[in-house]
């Protein structure tokens, strides 16, 4: 049973920062492509950032040099740092990993 928890999210004014954390379980590859989503209301759900198993990563033009996606192959375990935020930033957050998605976490930003 494959199961991701993301964590993190929250309210904070422009400019500041947030990391958000997925932890998942239950897969049987470790090393998949994992990935940090958004979806703002009424908006499409739209792709942020990726992390491949060969550490190869890619970030929308939107959050290019704002945000840094990692991840521990140890613990299941990808980040999404997230600096200089700004309102446009504001949506619920998710991560994709192995066709599974997780709850998503709000993040908010005023």
């Known amino acids: 049973h494959v199961q991701l928890v993301e964590s993190g999210g929250g309210s904070v004014q422009a400019g500041g920062s947030l990391r958000l954390s997925c932890a998942a379980s239950g897969l049987t590859d470790s090393h998949n492509c994992m990935g940090w989503f958004r979806q703002a209301p009424g908006k499409k759900r739209e792709r942020v950032a990726r992390i491949d198993s060969d550490g190869a990563i890619r970030y929308a033009d939107s959050v290019k040099g704002r945000f840094t996606i990692s991840r521990d192959n140890a613990d299941n375990t990808v980040y999404l740092q997230m600096n200089s935020l700004k309102s446009e930033d504001t949506a619920v957050y998710y991560c994709?990993?192995?066709?599974?998605w997780g709850q998503g976490t709000q993040v908010t930003v005023s």
């Open positions: 994709l990993t192995d066709g599974f």
